[in-house]
């Protein structure tokens, strides 16, 4: 039973992990970026512009792993149903993501620095900042729902014979 509780405690870990990381990108990176652009987005310019995708090209997928391991090690007890509702979310916020967010930010960083504000840019970025928002809710109630499921007995469903010892 132990394998149900860990598995599922490494992926709150790397759950957290993430969602915290994106909470920070929000209140501190994403709100510099979209204050002033394209001002503002000297922040990506010179030899230690900020760039935080090796974290985003692996703290994601190590998550998307976890994920299914605890699904695996808890498929036969009272958590499934939650688990499977927190990956729903997980990956509606990674589809978003992949398919808004990210492509945005990267159209929006391809304009590059100028010393100017340009109000029809910083509009853009605000839209983009609010779905950003969004996202991160989605995950945090993803989240949440994790920690129930943690909070929840790994009691095997009525009907199912264990897998595990």
Do not use: C
Not at 94 to 109: I, K, N, S
Not at 139 to 160: F, M
């Amino acid at each position: 039973r132990k394998l149900h509780d860990l598995s599922l405690i490494a992926l709150i870990v790397s759950y957290f992990l993430q969602f915290g990381a994106q909470l920070f990108a929000i209140a501190i990176i994403v709100r510099t970026v979209i204050a002033a652009p394209p001002r503002s987005f000297r922040l990506f310019e010179g030899p230690y512009a900020y760039d935080s995708s090796a974290f985003w090209n692996i703290v994601p997928v190590l998550t998307l792993v976890l994920f299914v391991a605890a699904l695996i090690a808890n498929w036969k007890t009272q958590r499934r149903h939650l688990l499977l509702g927190a990956f729903a979310l997980f990956v509606i916020v990674g589809a978003v993501a992949g398919f808004y967010l990210e492509p945005t930010f990267a159209a929006l960083r391809a304009i590059g620095y100028s010393d100017r504000v340009d109000p029809e840019l910083q509009r853009r970025a605000a839209t983009w900042y609010t779905y950003d928002i969004g996202a991160w809710v989605l995950g945090l109630v993803g989240g949440v729902v994790l920690l129930v499921a943690l909070a929840r007995p790994a009691a095997h469903r009525p009907g199912t014979k264990s897998m595990l010892p």
